[in-house]
């Protein structure tokens, strides 16, 4: 009944809302829909995660027979993650064709920040599907009305400010919510600079490029990158490599391809971040007997050695980690050379030399 009652109010808000006057409209929002959003944010966060029972139908071989509830609708709070779903959704569609209406409406802009309070947590701490409906939201309403020129520029800002401030806040290891939500902002922020390029300049340029790099960073950090097999690349590291010949700088600010470059060669490990990674893995693959390993303390007591089990499983992961953080650079490389070959002719000169550098001392792992 509840998710029905939503379905309706959007359904109509959505098909008849062209027709509704401004102080219908305000009335609208301010008493159902941004209410709405907020008691369903809140019932999602605190609802039961306890599983229920379904009403027992009767005895077979005098056992219970219960009726069965689907998994995705076994507990409260599942059921609270639809209907805020449902509620994310209608809020998008609504702002996906009537956006230069409302922003006419009087407080608009207060109501846009309780949303992107809202998105936010809901990015990093809803179900999956809480949080990509969540991206979906913000982007879908970005990057239709970016192209037909009607995103003013503190709308913008505060979706990257959103986003970065996801990335800065969400756990660098693998939480399979997080991990699809952080995919979907990459794509968007592809996306929305193919869209948008005239209304990004230095300034948001340089932070697009700093989300990114935080991808990258928490990706080579997290355990995704330990559990990534052995030849390939986390799918963060994917999305990236996918978005980055996308962000290529407008004529307008020739100057940001060596902002871009010299982004790209931050990916490349630096001489002495390869002479550690070797020296761990030699470490971690000598002869038993010397791998005991101990911690000096000031009064002299070391500490127990590590047993053989633990040293088999830190050398693998180390082993892992090595090569599963090598072979994002090497996949890097080509790229490099040919987003450098699109640069214009003055940059191209400035950064080749630093390129050339970068990659003759650039060692594969062996």
Same mark, same amino acid.
């Given at each position: 009944?509840?998710?029905?009652?939503?379905?309706?109010?959007? *359904?109509?808000?959505?098909?008849?809302?062209?027709?509704?006057s401004?102080?219908?409209?305000?009335?609208?929002?301010?008493?159902?829909?941004?209410?709405?959003? /907020?008691?369903?944010?809140?019932?999602?966060?605190?609802?039961?995660?306890?599983?229920?029972?379904?009403?027992e139908?009767?005895?077979?071989?005098?056992?219970?027979?219960?009726?069965?509830?689907?998994?995705?609708?076994?507990?409260? %709070?599942k059921?609270? /993650?639809?209907?805020?779903?449902?509620?994310?959704?209608?809020?998008? &569609?609504?702002?996906?064709?009537?956006?230069?209406?409302? &922003?006419?409406l009087?407080?608009?802009?207060?109501?846009?920040?309780?949303?992107?309070?809202?998105?936010?947590?809901?990015?990093?701490?809803?179900?999956?599907?809480?949080?990509?409906?969540?991206?979906?939201?913000?982007?879908?309403?970005?990057?239709?009305?970016?192209?037909?020129?009607?995103?003013?520029?503190?709308?913008?800002?505060?979706?990257?400010?959103?986003?970065?401030?996801?990335?800065?806040?969400s756990?660098?290891?693998?939480?399979?919510?997080t991990?699809?939500?952080?995919?979907?902002?990459?794509?968007?922020?592809?996306?929305?600079?193919? *869209?948008? %390029?005239?209304?990004?300049?230095?300034?948001?340029?340089? *932070?697009l490029?700093?989300?990114?790099?935080?991808?990258?960073? *928490?990706?080579?950090?997290?355990?995704?990158?330990?559990?990534t097999?052995?030849?390939?690349?986390s799918?963060?590291?994917?999305?990236?490599?996918?978005?980055?010949?996308?962000l290529?700088?407008?004529?307008?600010?020739?100057?940001?391809?060596?902002?871009?470059?010299?982004e790209?060669?931050?990916?490349?490990?630096?001489?002495?971040?390869?002479? &550690?990674?070797?020296?761990?893995?030699?470490?971690?693959?000598?002869?038993?007997?010397?791998?005991?390993? &101990?911690?000096?303390?000031?009064?002299?007591?070391?500490?127990?050695?590590?047993?053989?089990?633990?040293?088999?499983?830190?050398?693998?992961?180390?082993?892992?980690?090595?090569?599963?953080?090598?072979?994002?650079?090497?996949?890097?490389?080509?790229?490099l050379?040919?987003?450098?070959?699109?640069?214009?002719?003055?940059?191209?000169?400035?950064?080749?030399?630093?390129?050339?550098?970068?990659?003759?001392?650039?060692?594969?792992?062996?």
């Open positions: 009944v509840r998710n029905s009652a939503v379905r309706t109010l959007f *359904q109509t808000l959505g098909s008849h809302g062209q027709k509704l401004k102080s219908m409209w305000e009335d609208c929002l301010w008493n159902y829909v941004f209410p709405m959003l /907020d008691q369903a944010s809140h019932m999602a966060a605190t609802s039961s995660k306890d599983e229920w029972r379904g009403k139908l009767g005895t077979r071989g005098g056992k219970a027979v219960h009726m069965l509830i689907h998994h995705s609708r076994n507990t409260a %709070q059921q609270w /993650d639809e209907t805020l779903v449902l509620v994310l959704n209608g809020i998008s &569609r609504i702002l996906r064709s009537l956006f230069p209406f409302l &922003r006419s009087s407080n608009f802009w207060s109501g846009w920040e309780s949303l992107l309070i809202i998105v936010k947590d809901s990015i990093l701490n809803g179900s999956k599907e809480v949080a990509l409906a969540a991206v979906s939201c913000l982007q879908t309403t970005i990057v239709s009305h970016s192209l037909k020129g009607n995103l003013p520029m503190p709308y913008l800002t505060s979706v990257l400010e959103v986003y970065e401030f996801v990335f800065q806040r756990p660098s290891y693998g939480v399979n919510s991990s699809k939500a952080k995919q979907e902002i990459l794509h968007g922020l592809g996306e929305l600079y193919v *869209q948008a %390029q005239s209304m990004f300049d230095s300034q948001m340029y340089t *932070q490029l700093a989300i990114i790099h935080l991808a990258i960073k *928490q990706s080579m950090m997290g355990s995704e990158n330990v559990e097999d052995i030849g390939n690349i799918p963060i590291q994917r999305t990236v490599l996918e978005i980055l010949p996308l290529r700088p407008t004529e307008q600010f020739s100057s940001l391809w060596l902002i871009l470059l010299r790209i060669l931050h990916y490349l490990p630096r001489p002495d971040e390869s002479l &550690r990674s070797e020296e761990e893995v030699k470490r971690t693959n000598a002869p038993d007997g010397n791998q005991e390993t &101990r911690d000096e303390t000031p009064n002299g007591i070391a500490s127990p050695s590590l047993s053989k089990a633990e040293l088999d499983s830190h050398s693998s992961k180390t082993k892992t980690m090595c090569i599963s953080s090598n072979v994002f650079p090497e996949k890097v490389i080509p790229l050379v040919d987003i450098s070959l699109q640069a214009p002719t003055v940059e191209k000169h400035i950064i080749l030399p630093e390129i050339v550098e970068s990659l003759g001392r650039y060692k594969p792992f062996s």
